[in-house]
């Protein structure tokens, strides 16, 4: 082992401890300050524990939902766009879909809601669309940097372009994509407090009511609750992509 | 053992786009149990004409048989399985320990799975390396060598009766290098395959090969034969070129001394070099001319010195 890998570990490991601890605090202190305070009738209804433990749900529904959709996406697409005889194809519609992501997010989900209305699914098809980038991007990046030399190999002691596939590039491809998902995860978490517009709940409700009723605790506690959850969230997805992550690579 | 079990029939490839032939019209016969090494400069041809074999590379046209039969009547992935391929740069997959490496084309060939761990095992005693130190390593925690070794275990492991090596050597460090040939070649000696094997080194062709194929530019085979025959009579100032200096002292090494005739007693003329000339070289000229005297020439004549082969060694000796 060298010392480069040593030091990856040690800042691996670092991450994985402080992340969560930094989100309990977090938690900590918003509970911690909800107790101190008198609360008002309104603030009491929107930070009673069935509350904000509905809208985590919720949120965490949302942020579920549109991941699975968006694997279920983007992986298909990004392999698709990378077998050698769609190569043309890629090109453009990675650089489509790069300009895509400088659209604001809140923007996305207006226009859907003016088009179709609002709800849940409307929600999710907007995350979707938001976070289906890092996913195809790191598929397609993922596959390319593939050293040839092993295709040759695999298709020269006779694999069929999709035994190749199945067991040399995607498994070698898994770190990079991991990496798209974690990031598709973590937009996620944060574009899904928007879904509030679409009246589709989650975590950006209590933010919003927070304003209308102008209550600023309930804004406090939306938004502090919202980083929490994103950085359990992205730790969570760290120790998965440790886990899954081939030997041997 | 001398059926013909490669044979090429006027193959050759043009690449899509480019003007000239890569391998122009090409035809050899390899016989059952052969090494046969190709060597050339880079660029000739080479792993073209050896990828046409397995079609890796779909030839543009010829035709081109192994065993008797015409490769392009088999399905390539089929193809494949029962050919061994062996590549410079390896390509052991890096998420697979070695035995999985190993016993990859028995699994596509739908082997048991005891039947697979025996044969991984024997391979890579085969080989040199120990099945149970190695089995469950992955590839980059073996050294170059290694790796390569395990290549040929893999590459052996359907027992193909024909092998395909591309500069299987060539990345790897010169003693290392020297070390596997040797292995290669008492391997070679006990398992009797026919070997095609690529190289752009002519010392390794001529250690290797039974019979060593030249190549010229486009793949134009200048000469194909055994390292002696090559040696001794180069087919033209291409091949001579392309052996270098030393032909004289290498093909020393391809003859045992019982091998040897006593000469007609001949009248030799002295071979007339300068006194800037290496021992070596002169020694070299001496043997490839059957010379036994040199002049070493002077400032002028009178200066011209002259020595036997006798007093040239005996002048040269370390002691
Ligand atoms: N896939 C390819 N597409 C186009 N040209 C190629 C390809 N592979 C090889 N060539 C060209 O064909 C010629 C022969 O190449 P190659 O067979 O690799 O030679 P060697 O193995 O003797 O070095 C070279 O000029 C090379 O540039
Ligand atoms: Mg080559």
Sequence with gaps: ?????????ATGEAKSWVLPVIAAALVVIVFASINARELDSIEARLLSGEEILARVGEHLRLVAISTVAVILLAVPLGVLLSRPGMRLLGAPVLAVANAGQAIPSIGILVLLAILFGVGIWMAVISLVLYALLPVLRNTMVGLKQVDRALIDAGRGMGMSARQVLVTIELPLAVPVMLAGIRVALILNVGVATLATYTNAGGLGSLIESGIVFNRMPVVLAGSILTVALALSVDWLAGVCERGLRPRGI | MSDVMIRLDEVHKRYDGQAGDAVAPLSMEIR????????????????????????????????IWIDGRDVTDVDPDELRKHIGYVIQQVGLIPHLTVAANVGLVPKLLGWQRDRIEARTAELLDLVGLDPAAFGGRYPKQLSGGQQQRVGVARALAADPPVMLMDEPFGAIDPITRARLQEEFLALQRRIRKTIVFVTHDVDEALRLGDRVAVFGEGSRLVQFDTPLGIL???????????????????????LNVGDLRKPEPADRLPLRVSSGDSVHSVLERMLRDGADRVIIEGESTEDDRELTLRELLMAGSAR
């Design chain 2, 32 to 63: 059952e149990g052969e090494f046969v090494v190709f060597v050339g400069p880079s660029g000739c041809g080479k792993t073209t004409t050896l990828r046409m074999i397995n079609r890796m590379v779909e030839p543009s046209g010829g035709r």
């Design chain 1, 1 to 9: 082992m060298s010392t480069r890998d040593e030091v990856a570990n």
């Design chain 2, 232 to 254: 001794t009579n180069p087919a033209d100032d291409y091949v001579r070129d392309f052996l270098g200096s030393g032909a004289a002292v290498r093909r020393l090494g391809l």
